[in-house]
């Protein structure tokens, strides 16, 4: 889930953009993207594989289990990956973008900015709660056991400090915002 969403409710076509490169990357390295069963460094599948990259040394994120694969297409997905988990929104490419890479052979890929989150182990919120996260936590109650978790729309619309009028005017943030979802 793109952070921009999953942070701030907000939704764009570059959401989606997010959501594949991690898929890809996933796909290509044979594991999920956080796996707490791997040292501290390898944890953060999105982390690791920039780290790896920015040493020149992205072929290693490659799933060993895989028997036979081609180094430039693992390198191309990878970088591919790499280029819609960016963390600004606009160096994302499109989605008619990402066709156009995968689809021609002479498509230059550009280098990947940083991507969009650093160390999402453990809980989404720091130690330092604000104002806003405050009004969100004491809103939301979750039944243990049971998978369920309600919350007020209004609570969260308050929460999110007006975000569906701030930074996006589409009937799906709106709905995010009053629907409680």
């Known amino acids: 889930m793109a952070p921009e969403y999953a942070m701030n409710g907000y939704l764009s ?25 791997l040292d501290a460094e390898k944890t953060d599948l999105l982390n690791y594989t920039w780290k790896l990259s920015e040493e020149g040394r992205q072929m290693e994120i490659v ?10 297409e693992a390198r191309l997905c ?4 790499l280029l819609c988990c960016q963390a600004v929104v606009s160096d994302r490419p499109d989605m008619y973008t990402v066709h156009l890479m995968l689809s021609s052979d002479s498509f ?3 280098k990947p900015g940083k991507p ?7 809980r989404w919120m720091s130690t330092t709660t604000t104002a806003s996260s405050a009004a969100s936590t004491a809103n939301t109650a979750t039944t243990l056991g049971t998978d369920t978790m309600t919350t007020r ?14 930074d996006s005017r589409n ?4 709905s995010f915002t009053t629907e409680g979802r």
């Open 13 to 37: 076509t570059k959401t989606d953009v997010f959501s594949f490169g991690m898929l890809v990357l996933e796909i290509v390295s044979g594991r999920k993207n956080i796996d707490k069963h």
């Open 108 to 110: 230059t890929l550009p």
């Open 78 to 81: 990878v970088q591919l990956g």
């Open 116 to 122: 969009a989150i650093h160390g999402r182990v453990g």
């Open 153 to 166: 729309a209004s609570a969260s619309a308050a929460a999110l400090g007006g975000i569906a009028e701030d």
């Open 63 to 72: 799933d060993p289990a895989m028997a036979e694969w081609d180094a430039d």
């Open 171 to 174: 009937s799906i943030s709106i």
